[in-house]
């Protein structure tokens, strides 16, 4: 990789750290703070937030007929959800394990924080739930299989492509037959778990 590439993928990372702090002192100002992965409110904050809820009748009379329509379509995409998340598990605890790639931590993407919210319903906390799970796995599949792809072909493709992986970046350029052949032993050594030490 150029210096020029080197430079701006640290000025990014930079900047996404700059952006951290910026939204860790949001919630301060919002009321809420997270200790570990626990989601704190004052009690002025929860007492406001119930006053902002909408009764359940209330919130289904605003919603569209198209909405109600096509809710079970979207409630039935749990099964395949379900299935790749447990396949995903499969997968990793097989393959990662046979080729010592650190394992990625499910719980890092899929997150159940939003029921805290008393301004929502329990209908609106149910889907908070439902969404969180669905983007939750498929970024957890992102990473699993970026992990992958990082494994067995670390090479960026000729064309751009929209909204890579964030592993992509570090990868051979395309066309680098000399450096993918000197390379990818470090690539597969980035992935691998430390050592167990037995005691």
């Given amino acids: 990789m150029n210096q020029r590439i080197a430079d701006i ?5 930079s900047l996404e750290n700059e952006l951290e702090t910026e939204l860790q002192s949001s919630r301060v100002l919002r ?10 409110f004052d009690r002025g904050t929860r007492k406001e937030h119930r006053t902002w809820r909408v009764g359940l009748l209330p919130f289904l009379r605003g919603t569209t007929f198209t909405s109600l329509l ?3 379509l979207i409630y039935s995409m749990i099964v395949p959800l379900t299935l790749l998340d447990a396949c995903l598990n499969v997968y990793q605890q097989i393959y990662f394990r046979a080729l ?12 159940f924080d939003r029921q805290h919210l008393a301004y929502l319903n329990g209908l609106e906390a ?3 739930l439902y969404c969180g799970y669905a983007n939750g796995v498929i ?11 990082q494994y067995w072909c670390p090479i960026k493709h000729a064309l751009r492509i929209r909204d890579p992986h964030n592993r992509y970046q570090q990868f051979l350029q395309y ?6 052949r000197s390379k990818l032993a470090d690539y597969r050594k980035q992935l691998q778990e430390p050592p167990t030490t037995t005691s």
């Fill in 139 to 149: 970024a957890y599949a992102r990473e699993i299989a970026a992990r992958t792809e």
């Fill in 100 to 111: 010592r790639i650190a394992r990625v931590p499910r719980s890092d993407y899929i997150i």
């Fill in 175 to 180: 066309g680098d037959a000399e450096g993918y």
């Fill in 126 to 128: 149910f889907n908070c």
């Fill in 31 to 40: 009321g809420f703070s997270i200790k570990g992965k626990r989601v704190e």
């Fill in 9 to 13: 993928l640290q000025r990014i990372q």
């Fill in 70 to 72: 096509t809710a079970p």
